[in-house]
Nanobody, 121 residues
Framework: QVHLVESGGGLAQPGGALRLSCVAS????????MRWHRQAPGNQRDLVAS???????TYADAVKGRFTISRDDAKNTVYLQMNSLKPEDTAVYYC???????????????WGQGAQVTVSS
């Protein structure tokens, strides 16, 4: 079993910054893609950023130039640095990872519990 725990959410003012962390624990052989998603009230869940095991980065247009995704494989952790926050960034942020539990098993997706990010003055 694999368990993902998120931290770092909270309240920020417009123009402020927050850093989200997501740590995976359990039986882990390797982690392929790591991703951040967000869902605002009344909206669908959207992909915010992703990073592959080869460190290929992708970002949603709405966050390009402001958010940075990174990973620390030694700690099984993915981060999302959020700068220049805007009210429209307010959402629940979810991390996901594609994890192989051992060399025999294929990769499966696992999800964090979600972290509330609120940007308001």
């Amino acid at each position: 079993q694999v368990h993902l725990v998120e931290s770092g959410g909270g309240l920020a003012q417009p123009g402020g910054a927050l850093r989200l962390s997501c740590v995976a624990s359990g039986s882990i052989f390797s982690i392929n893609g790591m991703r951040w998603h967000r869902q605002a009230p009344g909206n669908q869940r959207d992909l915010v950023a992703s990073i592959t095991s080869d460190l290929v980065l992708t970002y949603a247009d709405a966050v390009k130039g402001r958010f940075t995704i990174s990973r620390d494989d030694a700690k099984n952790t993915v981060y999302l640095q959020m700068n220049s926050l805007k009210p429209e960034d307010t959402a629940v942020y979810y991390c996901s990872m594609f994890v192989r539990r051992n060399r025999v098993t294929g990769a499966s997706a696992y999800w964090g519990q979600g972290a509330q990010v609120t940007v308001s003055s």
